[in-house]
């Protein structure tokens, strides 16, 4: 088994195939199964954001399956591999098992450190455990990602100073006009980014906040929370004659506006600059509105060198963390050379077992005449020498199958003892499907049990 991560993010890709790749949540189910039943494909997880569409997985063929993640791809978005294969990045092993930590923790945001991530990160392997498409691997890795990036964010001041997508849209804001004040600033949408962003213009002064949405009622709780003001969706050519900025982040999967909407509305402004905030993938905006005299048009590629100016501390935090990512990377490692060992534990207790139990039978024969309490007393003391007799050779193969050549040390184990039978029956299916309920509730409780205890009960 190996395992993968294939995508495009920021970094190698432009928003506009970027946002040819982006899932909805109410996609995402389907489309974590049709990649479930992808050749080779085992286990995988999909997480999609504004930012990147990453696939992570775990395939039984590495060397073929590129071919097949490309097909489905193309059949899943309609985009031509000819389109996004030079954009695309292909992860292995222990590069794509670092990729996912430093994900987790917000390493490799467009936002060093940014929380946002980890809960999309949660939320994306929630929802392949509700599909099924994890198993016994993704269930431990994912769960440590989890527990690694709380980790990070408690043992560093990598969320210390809030900077954010948002953050960075309301500071460019904030740039072109100097200050806030006497400024209408308009938020189109008001899902989680629209909160954001009211939070981060309420914090910075913005005196008249106008939030307007498709659904009236998101509108009006979140301009209630900022001291702001809700206007119907159906009002957005007034209040785009009003505004002096506009931030737009909605999920919607159409333009929102068109540059014939702002230019119907420019002649009413008097030269009054405008200024457009895109954070939105698929991209709210149209680009060709830029080319309109007196309107200046930003999208979330255009953030990056905002972000620079306020992620100096964080930086420093970051350092911190590729420590704790080696050393948290060498724990999965650890764990996932070990996994085979389990089977082999169990059949050689199953089978210290049944010939104890079998000597007991055949004792219990030749010795009728003993007391219900000698027959305990024997049991426990005879028990007790099988137990003591297999405590070292456990401890033993648990080390061996940790070290360099630990398949080939497990199977002398095996030959040494006889378990060849015993472990057939005694395995676990290579790999699970169903996931694990006690992991979904740690994880969905935001309170994961530390990676110590768990390496030790693995």
Known sequence: MHILAVGLHYRTAPVELREKFALSASDLPEALRELKETTSVLECVIVSTCNRTELFLVVDRKKMCGNYIRSYLEQRFGVSREEFNPHLFFLE????????FRVACGLDSMVIGETQILGQVRNAFLCAQAEKTTGTLFNMLFKQAVTLAKRARTETSIADNPVSVSYAAVELGRRFFGSFAGKRVLIIGAGKMGELTAKHLHSGGAAELVVMNRTYEKAEELALRFGGQAVPFALLSEELAAADIVISSTGSSETVLAKRDVEAILPGRAGRPLF????????????????LPGVHLSNIDDLESIVESNLEERRKAASRIEEIIEEEHGLFAHWLKTLGVGPVIHALQEKSSRIHEDTMDSLMKKLP?????????????????????LRDPIIRVKELAGEDNGSEAVEQFVKLFALEEWVKGAAEPEHATQP???????????????????MVTA
């Open 93 to 100: 092993e222990e590069e794509a098992v670092k990729h996912l």
């Open 276 to 291: 457009l905030i895109d954070i939105a993938v698929p991209r709210d905006l149209d680009p060709q509105i830029a080319e």
């Open 369 to 389: 005449h003993l007391s219900d309490r000698d027959k305990t007393v024997i049991h426990r003391l005879t028990k007790s020498i099988v137990n003591q007799m």
């Open 436 to 454: 694990e309920p006690e992991l979904a509730l740690e994880v969905s409780r935001n309170e994961p049990e530390p990676l110590a205890s768990r």
